[in-house]
């Protein structure tokens, strides 16, 4: 099959993804600077999952970029992704709204961890797809981001119930990891 259709539809997911976050976003009941304390923690949760979406949005694009053909099982797990993907606007709005409590805190990195596997399920199925010898295959090597990053959310999820500013700082230290620029699929694509 062809990939366009997966590709496309993923992107109109993603973009909605953005919308939902966004639109959870409430005016300050006032006209100063002052009012916009109370907003901070939501503003600020909206911030790192807005990069996340767009880390995951970035390296979706590239896999496929390596991607020449896709099968019923890339597609569903496909799918399996953005079901995890979608539930950002939902675990964003309930670490925001409670002021980093501990228990949305640590749905947070649940959310996070699941969407990690799930990309990483896709990628896999890419990979038996398309050959040990493919593209993707080439590109990813070992891929040591991709395997910290998990090791990351499974600390931070049970750390949130002792502190959830430490789950806070790993959550945006694994976002901050995969915003350094990975040129490994452009590397294989454009030699």
Do not use: C
């Not at 996340?52 to 099968?71: C, D, E, K, L, P």
């Amino acid at each position: 099959m062809e990939k366009n259709r997966l590709e496309a539809f993923s992107d109109g997911v993603l973009a909605i993804i953005i919308t939902i976050m966004v639109l959870e976003l409430k005016p300050p009941h006032g006209d100063d600077f002052g009012a916009l304390e109370p907003l901070l923690p939501v503003f600020l949760s909206y911030i790192l999952s807005f990069v996340y979406v767009g880390i995951y949005w970035n390296n979706h694009h590239h896999m496929f970029q390596a991607t020449r053909r896709v099968s019923g099982g890339i597609l569903w797990a496909n799918l399996h992704l953005l079901f995890w993907l979608s539930l950002f606007p939902f675990s964003t709005a309930w670490i925001g709204e409670n002021h980093l409590a501990s228990m949305p805190t640590a749905a947070y990195g649940v959310v996070l961890l699941m969407a990690g596997v799930a990309y990483y399920i896709l990628q896999r199925l890419i990979i038996i797809e398309q050959g040990p010898n493919s593209l993707l295959a080439s590109a990813i090597g070992h891929d040591w981001k991709g395997k910290l990053s998990p090791l990351g959310y499974l600390a931070a999820i049970p750390l949130a119930f002792v502190n959830p500013w430490i789950s806070s700082a790993i959550y945006l230290l694994v976002a901050l990891t995969w915003l350094i620029p990975d040129r490994r699929i452009e590397r294989v694509l454009y030699k």
